[in-house]
């Protein structure tokens, strides 16, 4: 007797002896120890025709002969047409267009924030797509940022930050910021170089039931110099005689 192996979507297994294929619809919820990138499947003996004896089963692999993808393929392919990138840094002190870059001291607050926050810089980003017969939707979602100051410290922030305006003066920001204990003289061109590293979070889930979360990174720089105040005493040379005679 001929079997027919199948067509990619469904597939004669010799182990299990019934034609498997990814099941259609609403799968039922994943149990403990099958990971988000696992498929539903069903075991029939016959291609076409539904059977008493069809049973389910789920794995963590596809099975040989199916060229289908999972829920969790299928969103790690969409997530990866994701045009995400590093913030847009907004830091005080600005671009000084006498000096083309930033500057400031050892002590003084350094306000750090998102500047222009966008779907592609900080989210929420959405996209929905079908992709070898899984419908997904992915929405991405920054969830904090880890600026990297340049001399070995570093500093995490879970929201846009706070901009700076004039007004404050050299007050702390309330809400992002940082202190330099040393100055920038001993890096290359006399800067630091500061890395915002944006961390996302891509929660997916899948018509068919499934749900996960895959997470991502974006990064963006900008440099600073740190300079040291000095403190300048003036001797007073003036001489006053209060003795009320004549020198």
């Given at each position: 007797m001929k079997i027919n192996c199948g067509d990619g979507f469904r597939y004669w297994s010799n182990n299990r002896q019934c034609y498997v294929a990814m099941v259609d619809g609403v799968w039922p919820a994943r149990p403990a120890g099958i990971d988000q990138e696992a498929g539903y499947y069903r075991c029939s003996p016959h291609v076409d025709m539904p059977s008493t004896i069809t049973s389910y089963f789920w794995s963590n692999t596809i099975p040989p002969g199916l060229t289908v993808y999972t829920p969790g393929m299928a969103a790690r392919k969409l997530i990866e047409t994701f045009q995400i990138r590093g913030i847009d840094i907004g830091m005080a002190p600005e671009v000084n267009p006498a000096w083309g870059h930033r500057r400031s001291y050892v002590g003084v607050p350094i306000w750090l924030w998102v500047d222009n926050p966008q779907p592609l810089t900080w989210g929420p980003y959405t996209e929905t797509a079908t992709l070898g017969g899984q419908t997904i939707t992915a929405t991405a979602q920054v969830t904090s940022v880890i600026w990297n100051m340049g001399d070995g410290a570093s500093t995490v922030c879970g929201g846009t930050?706070?901009?700076?305006?004039?007004?404050?003066?050299?007050?702390?920001?309330?809400?992002?910021?940082?202190?330099?204990?040393?100055?920038?003289?001993?890096?290359?061109?006399?800067?630091?170089?500061?890395?915002?590293?944006?961390?996302?979070?891509?929660?997916?889930?899948?018509?068919?039931?499934?749900?996960?979360?895959?997470?991502?990174?974006?990064?963006?720089?900008?440099?600073?110099?740190?300079?040291?105040?000095?403190?300048?005493?003036?001797?007073?040379?003036?001489?006053?005689?209060?003795?009320?005679?004549?020198?």
């Open positions: 930050g706070t901009p700076y305006n004039a007004g404050i003066g050299l007050q702390p920001s309330p809400t992002c910021g940082y202190r330099y204990a040393t100055t920038s003289d001993r890096n290359a061109n006399d800067r630091y170089t500061v890395t915002a590293t944006s961390q996302w979070t891509v929660t997916w889930t899948a018509l068919a039931g499934p749900t996960g979360t895959i997470n991502l990174t974006a990064t963006s720089a900008d440099e600073l110099e740190i300079n040291e105040l000095q403190t300048v005493i003036v001797p007073n040379d003036s001489t006053t005689d209060t003795s009320g005679g004549t020198p």
